[in-house]
Each structure stands twice: as C-alpha cells, then as structure tokens.
C-alpha cells in the first residue's frame, strides 16, 4: 500500500449505531488530519494530530471522537450521529517542519450516509 | 464567513486552450496558497502551491499568480487537456510555527476541458 489508504470506503449507519473510520499512512508522515465535505460545501478541517497529540479541533460535537494511536494510524469513531452528517470524510497527512508549506496528502475518502 | 472563495463553480474550455481558475481570500493572515485537483471517487491531489512572498510559481503547464493587495490567485493551465478535467480547489493556510499547517479550502470549480 502507499500513499494515504482509508477504510471503509462507502459506510451506511443508523443514528444509533457506533461505527469508526480508518486511516493509515505510508509516508512517514507525522501530521494527521480529518476533514469534512458536505454537499455544495467546502472541505472543512475536524482535528488536527502533530506527532500523535491533537493540535487542533475545530469546534467538532462530541459524537465524533478521534483517535490516533500512533503516526501512521487515524480513527474517527462515531457514535448517535444524525442525517446531516452525511457527508465525505477525507483524512490527509504531512510531513511537519517548522518552515514552509507542508502540502498534505489525502486519502480517497470515506461516503457516510446517515439514515 | 468564508475566507477562500471560489466564485465559479464551473469552468468549460476548449482542448489546446487556457484555463483560468481564480480564487479570491480575506484573511490577510494567510501565507501559503494551493492548488489542488479531485477526480471523482478519489482524493484531492496536490498540484501547485505559492507563498506570499512571491507573485508567481511555474511548474510545466500550470503556473499560480498571487495579487496580495487584491487578495486574489489565479491559476493558469496552458494548453489544457482532457486529463485536467476534475474539481479543482483552492485552499489557504496561515504560517504555523508549529509545523501542522491549518488548511481552508474554497469551495472548487469544475473544470471541463472539451475535445
């Protein structure tokens, strides 16, 4: 496998159900990202991971929780979520330095339907 | 409030010809601009990037303008292919001390390139 793989690729869920997303890099990367693309609407950035630790959380509800337990692996469990959530959950990595653009790599997305 | 705006959400140009794609910003703290092309059921893809201390970045075909007092990029595709066909998204970061770089995206233009 290279670049940036997740799994499941299509997820059908019930608002009550309890499923996670899977992300896994093979670049060596050791900055994770997960964002969000609803219909008609830009790519909006969900958490952040700099070297495992969360940097970042834009403001996401709790029934969305990440996880990254190491640097190439990223979750997102999700849990009681309601039908606006659906959407396109891409993860993406980078290679951190502390000077210059650090383009970030995407992974092919996960489409989840909420019902 | 959205602060990477692309104001055409599709494009049509002919085979052998330019294409212009522009993407306008407000947030002066922005530093770093990209360019990045989606095909369907795939990931967005890297393509081109420019920081503001220059007005112009050239890689074969594509080449990005930055108009900083306009707050306003523009990225340039000669001669366009059928291959360019995709979504094409525009995005910005801050400069991050800390290395993981915080990414809003506008909301892309679907360029069509016709035979």
């Known amino acids: 496998e290279t670049g940036v793989t997740q799994t499941p690729r299509h997820l059908v869920m019930g608002m009550t159900n309890k499923k996670s997303l899977k992300c896994e890099q093979h670049l060596g990367h050791n900055a994770m990202y997960w964002y969000k693309q609803s219909a008609k609407k830009p790519l909006e950035l969900m958490f952040v991971?700099?070297?495992?630790?969360?940097?970042e959380n834009n403001s996401v509800p709790s029934r969305f929780s990440p996880e990254c337990p190491n640097s190439s692996h990223l979750f997102l469990h999700l849990h009681t979520l309601q039908p606006e959530d659906s959407a396109l959950y891409l993860c993406?990595?980078?290679?951190?330095?502390?000077?210059?653009?650090?383009?970030?790599?995407f992974g092919p997305g996960t489409r989840l339907t909420v019902l | 409030d959205q602060q990477v705006k692309q104001n055409s959400p599709s494009l049509s140009v002919q085979e052998g010809r330019i294409s212009i794609l522009n993407c306008d910003y407000t947030n002066s703290m922005f530093d770093y601009f990209l360019w990045y092309k989606k095909y369907p059921a795939e990931g967005p893809t890297f393509l081109i990037s420019?920081?503001?201390?220059?007005d112009k970045n050239e890689d074969g075909r594509f080449t990005v303008f930055l108009n900083k007092s306009a707050k306003h990029l523009s990225l340039h595709i000669v001669p366009s292919q059928p291959g360019d066909s995709a979504v094409y998204f525009c995005?910005?970061?801050?400069?991050?001390?800390?290395?993981?770089?915080?990414?809003?995206f506008g909301q892309g233009t679907r360029l069509t390139i016709n035979p």
């Open positions: 993406a990595s980078s290679q951190d330095r502390l000077a210059g653009m650090n383009e970030q790599f």
């Open positions: 991971y700099n070297f495992k630790e969360q940097t």
């Open positions: 420019i920081s503001s201390i220059k």
């Open positions: 995005a910005a970061s801050p400069i991050s001390i800390q290395g993981a770089q915080k990414l809003v």
